[in-house]
DNA sequence: TTAATATATGAACAGATGAACATATGTTGA
DNA sequence: TCAACATATGTTCATCTGTTCATATATTAA
């Protein structure tokens, strides 16, 4: 990056502050991969079932009752949390059992819930 | 939640499981809440500006610049982080200078990032 | 006051997304 | 084999979201 590159000219850029910011940032393909991932804890379904499945495995159909959600919705929903390889799953006959992958995912909602809990401020 | 209302009758309902998981869950309420703050995180050009001013503050200039974006689009995403609370500011004469509001978010973040490093699985 | 600069904001448009419906797949037992 | 059940998936549609363009506001200096 050039001097002359920048928008504010000589004015305003605070560049060594930027050239020092550009090399502790995460590379463009980690911050899309984490883009993805907080994407799919942002919609409230996918994060009640999560929620649901924190401590205990749970079949699809306990999940629409648990949810009151029809079973599609469910479905779809998990179809995403599987190719995100945020969950893992057992089949048993016709049922099919979904739980965490890993703690981490734990960790993750429970640090953002104490930032809720701690109030708006 | 009565037993009749299950969709699988008796067949399936794991019905102790289910009033089980439903005590451990947090509420509606904060469910919202918790998505809420993840769909910020959710868009990379907001997370690259968090991630910029995670330990420096920088004003709107900076971050044109440094993420290569039109000031309408920095100003816009600025605008969501100010509503949201994620983010404080300062003015300076013309300029206004942006920086984190706590150390939260950077935890949620860098936990994230954690789990998006130790590679897929 | 006027011009230049830094930032904010409104409107419009393209693309993404979640829910619902219909249907397909797979499993079990008769 | 067939029927019942549990789950998965394709498609459509309404809604949401991010970006851009144009413009407004605010600050500084001449």
Redesign the pocket.
Known sequence: MKMEDF???E??PHYKVIKDVEMKTPDEEEILDLADMF?IF??S?RLRIILAIINTEL???DLCELLN?????V??????LRTSKLVK?R?E????FYSLQDGHVEQIISQALEHIQEGGR
């Not at 479905?75 to 995403?80: F, K, P, W």
């Not at 006959?93 to 099919?96: M, N, R």
Request: with cysteine; net charge positive.
């Open positions: 928008v504010c000219g004015k305003c994407k942002s919609d379904t079949c699809v159909c959600l029809n079973q599609s919705t479905s779809h929903q998990l179809q995403i799953y089949k006959g016709k049922q099919v």
